[in-house]
């Protein structure tokens, strides 16, 4: 007998393609601004600091309804991306993986700044006095060093995606084959009556997929310090 059925698979699917794409997405952003708090000296930082961590405090569903209410519809971002570019997010699984950004986006931030912060800025200055530009730089001795932090936060974000629930459910609904992710297989299995061994079977995926993205973080983590040598 199969371990999942073929729409419990489906749920397990969407998830990782949702939480690769939400990650993938956002990961060059939170670099951004992590060096922006980071090394940053301007009015406004402590709000901006406070906006990209606000996610981490707002309760899940306040997050997607306001994607509801920017992306949706009758939103004035989600009119402007359909009138320019066809492009539907709300009840899709591209809205799903936004959602999901959204709400791991301060997990990558924070790890990516503690990492940046952790930089011995006397080898930045060593490399400009030998006529290193800003780029060559950041490619050469800033990327590297920071690098643990950065697959740190990108592999917690990934395990975060896999288990979020209350924004995605409130921005794309509960479509199965279209955003049905995971966590709602899960929703659904525990609200329908015999579905406790679905929702057992499912919740002892998402258990495994957590554990093992936590435990690949910090694997990697410290390898990646090793190998610099901190």
């Known amino acids: 007998m199969a371990l999942l059925t073929a729409e419990e698979w489906s749920a397990v699917r969407l998830s990782l393609?949702?939480?690769?794409s939400s990650v993938a997405a956002s990961l060059?952003?939170?670099?951004?601004?992590?060096?922006?708090?980071?090394?940053?000296?301007?009015?406004g930082?402590?709000?901006?600091?406070?906006?990209v961590h606000l996610p981490l405090v707002l309760p899940p569903v306040v997050v997607g309804w306001l994607l509801l209410v920017l992306f949706g519809a009758q939103g004035p971002l989600?009119?402007?991306?359909?009138d320019l570019f066809?492009?539907?997010l709300v009840f899709t699984a591209e809205g799903a993986a936004l959602a999901t950004a959204v709400m791991g986006f301060p997990l990558m931030v924070r790890a990516v700044r503690l990492s940046i912060e952790a930089i011995d800025l006397g080898l930045e200055d060593?490399?400009?006095?030998?006529?290193?530009?800003?780029?060559?730089r950041f490619?050469?001795?800033?990327?590297?060093?920071?690098?643990?932090?950065l697959l740190a936060g990108a592999i917690i974000a990934f395990a975060a995606g896999l288990g979020e629930f209350g924004a995605v459910i409130t921005f794309v609904s509960n479509i199965p084959g279209e955003t049905q992710t995971l966590t709602l297989a899960i929703y659904t299995a525990v609200q329908t009556p015999g579905g406790e061994g679905t929702a057992a079977r499912l919740a002892a995926i998402s258990f495994s997929l957590a554990l093992a993205g936590l435990l690949?973080?910090?694997l990697l983590a410290r390898r990646m310090r090793a190998w610099l040598g901190r």
């Open 45 to 51: 930082k402590a709000l901006l600091d406070a906006l």
């Open 17 to 20: 393609q949702v939480a690769t």
């Open 139 to 149: 490619v050469t001795i800033t990327l590297p060093l920071m690098s643990p932090g």
């Open 126 to 136: 060593a490399a400009r006095t030998l006529g290193a530009g800003p780029l060559d």
């Open 216 to 218: 690949a973080s910090e």
């Open 78 to 82: 989600g009119r402007l991306l359909h």
């Open 86 to 88: 066809g492009i539907r």
């Open 28 to 43: 060059p952003i939170a670099v951004l601004i992590s060096l922006v708090l980071a090394r940053g000296r301007f009015p």
